[in-house]
């Protein structure tokens, strides 16, 4: 890898759980200078974030499998298999997994570094799969978010989208 070309092969990068999913991540800033992140995300229905901003990084998201309500700024959209979202930096933000079967994205952001919060407040992933009774529970995770996110530029200001 000395040329700073990463490939990954199915099931080979490091993989998190964190809210309620598996974070496999693809790239990292470890990997690009800082510069990238890329992760394929699991969540199951029902999970969804408060309305927060990242002051360091932009964000975007393509739908591989699901259905995602996103809130950016003041506008809902509705996105589905094969829909992209991008982020910028600042712009808040949150959403809700939405249907009867996990959504299943792509998520990048730049620069790279985002991703290592994921991994402070989850814990290393068993398998590649969701989460169950060996994943953490809320109570053990939530508080973990309002300790670490401050540090990654993380900032909550408001309730997330209503079921």
Request: hydrophobic share 40%.
């Amino acid at each position: 890898m000395s040329d700073g070309v990463v490939v990954r092969s199915p099931g080979s990068g490091p993989a998190t759980w964190a809210m309620g999913g598996l974070f496999e991540h693809l790239v990292g800033a470890a990997d690009t200078e800082g510069l990238l992140g890329v992760s394929v995300v699991t969540q199951p229905p029902g999970i969804a974030t408060p309305l927060h901003r990242h002051t360091r990084e932009a964000e975007a998201f393509f739908v591989l499998d699901g259905r995602i309500s996103y809130q950016a700024g003041e506008q809902l959209h509705e996105l589905e298999e094969g829909s992209f979202i991008y982020l910028p930096r600042g712009l808040p933000h949150a959403f809700r997994i939405r249907g009867t079967v996990p959504a299943r994205f792509l998520a990048f952001t730049a620069p790279g570094g985002l991703m290592g919060l994921y991994d402070e407040v989850g814990i290393p992933a068993a398998e590649r799969r969701l989460p169950g009774e060996d994943g953490q529970t809320p109570e053990v995770e939530l508080p973990k978010w309002a300790e670490v996110g401050p540090r990654y530029g993380l900032e909550v200001v408001g309730p997330g989208i209503p079921e």
